[in-house]
C-alpha cells in the first residue's frame, strides 16, 4: 500500500485491510500463489492470513489454481463489479457495434476498461472464420504495459493524467514512464494507437478511445492478424474509429 493512500486514510479496520491486500495481491498475479507466498507477500504471518484465505475460499473470492498448488482470484468481484449499471450501460452500447464492426475487419476486438493501475478486458467479439487472435474477458495486465491501457491513459484530460500518474509512476523506471507519456502524446496526435503487442509476436494491437460522460470510459482495441479475411490497417483502424464513435454517442447522446 503506498504512503499516499495511507495518508488519506482517516479509519482502520485491520481484517478488512487483511483480505482486500490478498485480493489485491492475487489480482496483481496471473498464477496462483501459496499461503507461505501471500504471507511473504505482504509481510505478515501465515496464521494471520490462514482464517482470513479461508473465508475469502469459502465465499467464492479465491479458488485453487489447477494444479491446485496455490491460490488465485475467481471473477466473483469481476461479476460483482460488471453488475454495476454503469457497466451494463457500456456493454449493452457496445456489443451490438462490436459484433457488426468484426466481420468488416475480419478480426477479433475487445473492450478494455481502467481498474487501479491496471487494465481489464470486460467484452470480446471473435474474429469471423477459422483464424483469428482473441484476449480472453477478465484479462489483466498493468496500464504501462498495455495497447489497451495506453488509450486509457493518453486520452483522459490533463488533469485527470496527472492524478493518474501518480500512481502509475510507482514500480516503473524513469526512462519507462518518460516513453509511456511520449507514445501517450503521440496517440493524442494520432487519434489511436498502433503498437506491436505487449505479449504475442505477429499481432500489431490496434486501440481507439470510447467516451462516457465524465471522460475516457474504455478503450476499443483489435489485436490485427495477417489473415485472407483481414482489410488493410488503415481501414480497420477507420472501422474501429466509426465503432468507437457510435457507441460513444450511445453512453454519452450529447457528444
Known sequence: MSDTRAK?????????????DVLELLAANRG??????ISSALERSSSELFRMVQVLEAR??????????????????????????????????????MRAV????????HLAVA??????????????GDQGFSVRVGYRRKIVQATSGLVLYAFQTESERRRWGEELRAGVTV????????????????????????????????????????????????????TPSAIPMPETIADLQKAAAEITSEIRPTA
Not at 32 to 37: D, M, P, S, V, W
Not at 102 to 109: T, V
Not at 201 to 224: E, F, M, N, Q, R
Open 115 to 128: 481498474s487501479g493501475d491496471q487494465m481489464v478486458v470486460v467484452a470480446r467479439v471473435e474474429a469471423p
Open 32 to 37: 496462483g500463489l501459496t499461503l507461505t507466498q
Open 175 to 226: 526512462a519507462t514512464w518518460k516513453r509511456f507519456e511520449a507514445e501517450a502524446a503521440k496517440a493524442r496526435d494520432d487519434g489511436y494507437v498502433r503498437a506491436d503487442s505487449y505479449v504475442t509476436k505477429a499481432v500489431v494491437d490496434l486501440s481507439v478511445p470510447i467516451y462516457g460522460p465524465d471522460g475516457v470510459a474504455a478503450a476499443l482495441t483489435c489485436p490485427y492478424v495477417d
Open 8 to 20: 488519506k486514510r482517516d479509519y482502520r479496520a485491520p481484517a478488512l485491510e487483511k483480505g482486500l
Open 102 to 109: 468484426c466481420p468488416r475487419i475480419g478480426q477479433s476486438c
Open 60 to 97: 467464492g473470492y479465491v479458488g485453487r489454481a489447477a494444479d491446485e498448488d496455490g491460490l488465485i482470484l475467481t471473477n466473483k468481484l469481476f461479476a460483482l463489479g460488471m453488475a454495476r449499471a454503469p457497466a451494463k450501460d457500456l456493454l449493452e452500447a457496445a456489443l451490438p457495434t
